[in-house]
């Protein structure tokens, strides 16, 4: 069985939410728990559990959708090459919407380039194959549950002899921000709800340092409702007994030391490298570059194109919801200038951003 | 974007499995999964398997579930 419907019973929801009420029983003043997947933006918007927790308890959105945080110069970067001669851009769904500084992938296809959608970066691998006279670029966008996806088609190509088929990378790794935003004095998390297939690669040992230096309780929690509720219990036991440590709610998936094959694969194609996070900045090795050894197939040394200066939307407050600073409510554009019909932020665009997430399910 | 979904390993040649989730069969490499085999439940993420499904570990947090309704704690 694959146990999601033993993880929606709303019998043991109440008994979760009672023992919830228990533990923040004359607590004084709201406990804010940050959640880091856009997974567990949507499950949570979607099962309203924002509505059914006490009023000590706040639950916030961070920068876990990866799309949401890719900066606009890499979405450039991606319609420069789009308009290529040869070129076919494949890439997961979302980032066809995402409007960069004048145009969108959408926008170019409609226009003539060649923009598929694919499911896999196996399946561009495929594309490649199948079209040997054509550059197959694949965007490499997300956190490290698609990065060793990626690494692995890259070894797959290489393997088959393919040299036509090449990665933007753009992959950003996930315990940095956490420590960003926990240092950030205007942002006070008083616990983590952690990304549950990001850990399930890094294992949930990585929060360590959050936990023991940061002071930070943090949660690696899975997406069904019980999974959630069962997250927000342990980290509320953790934040009113004043501790802070890394407890593992989603255990029927992630390991303290997480997925070591999927690891070596990240290192063998990838190296550490500074990113750019859209709303927070640069953020020291919070990213990942190709090795030289995999020159060939990186999309940025191969396939030089000329890229616009990068412009950001005005009055677009994405950058702030990344931060958990602002929420969509108190953008003026929410509902009004921006829809997911014509999203002006990628918050709105990704269907894991938390413009979409309160859009879809918000009251 | 990380979703994984859950399927049932039906047959493995090398590093190649097709799983199954309600009756939707997808093909899945096991580059880094090791020791798969037919009738696993395994994650699947962008046609990659990343993880095995925890049988014995769902059980027990499903245990402590289970001792909770016991106790009467929620309000019907």
């Not at chain 1, 709201?30 to 308890?57: D, K, N, Y």
């Not at chain 1, 959050?210 to 997250?231: H, K, M, N, S």
């Not at chain 1, 191969?302 to 931060?323: F, M, N, S, T, Y």
């Not at chain 2, 093909?27 to 398997?49: K, P, T």
Request: proline content about 7%.
């Amino acid at each position: 069985m694959n146990f999601s419907r033993e993880f929606r019973d709303p019998r043991v929801a109440r008994c979760l939410l009672a023992e919830i009420r228990q533990a923040v029983d004359g607590q004084t003043g709201v406990l804010t728990f940050m959640e880091v997947c856009g997974t567990h933006t949507m499950a949570i918007s979607q099962q309203g559990i924002r509505s059914l927790l006490p009023p000590a308890i706040r639950l916030i959105s961070g920068p876990g959708c990866p799309v949401c945080v890719t900066p606009v110069d890499y979405v450039d970067h991606a319609i420069a090459l789009a308009r290529r001669p040869g070129t076919i851009i494949a890439t997961f769904g979302d980032m066809v919407r995402v409007p960069g500084s004048s145009s969108s992938l959408l926008r170019e296809k409609a226009q003539g380039a060649d923009v598929r959608i694919v499911y896999s970066p196996l399946d561009a691998v495929a594309l490649a194959r199948r079209n040997p006279e054509r550059a197959v670029v694949f965007l490499g966008v997300g956190f490290e549950t698609t990065a060793p996806t990626v690494a692995g088609s890259i070894l797959q190509a290489q393997k088959q002899g393919i040299s036509n088929y090449f990665v933007l990378a753009a992959h950003k790794t996930m315990p940095a921000p956490m420590a960003a935003l926990s240092a950030d004095p205007e942002l006070q998390v008083d616990g983590y709800l952690c990304p549950a297939h990001v850990s399930a690669i890094i294992g949930a040992a990585a929060y360590q340092p959050l936990a023991r230096e940061g002071g930070v309780p943090c949660v690696v929690t899975g997406f069904e409702p019980l999974d959630i509720l069962q997250g927000v219990l342990l980290l509320a036991r953790q934040a009113t007994a004043g501790v802070a440590k890394v407890e593992i709610q989603y255990s029927r998936v992630v390991k303290p030391d997480g997925n070591r094959k999927a690891q070596q694969l990240l290192a063998e194609v990838f190296a550490p490298a500074d990113a750019h996070w859209r709303g927070i900045g640069v953020i020291p090795g919070s990213g990942l570059e190709i090795r030289s050894a995999y020159a060939p197939f990186d999309a940025a040394r191969q396939l030089p194109v000329a890229v616009e200066a990068p412009r950001e939307a005005a009055g677009c407050l994405c950058g702030e919801i990344l931060k958990g600073k602002v929420t969509p409510h108190q953008c003026p554009l929410f509902r009004t200038g921006c829809t997911p019909e014509n999203p002006v932020g990628a918050c709105m665009v990704s269907s894991e951003g938390t413009c979409a997430a309160e859009y879809k399910y918000g009251i | 974007m990380c979703l994984g979904v859950p399927m049932q390993v039906k047959s493995i040649d090398g590093e190649v499995a097709v799983c199954e989730i309600d009756g939707v069969r997808r093909e899945a490499s096991l580059m880094m999964v090791d020791g798969v085999r037919v009738g696993d439940f395994i994650l699947i993420h962008a046609g990659f398997a990343i993880e095995r499904l925890d049988a014995e570990d769902a059980q027990a947090t499903l245990l402590i579930f289970r001792e909770m309704l016991d106790r009467g704690l929620g309000p019907e």
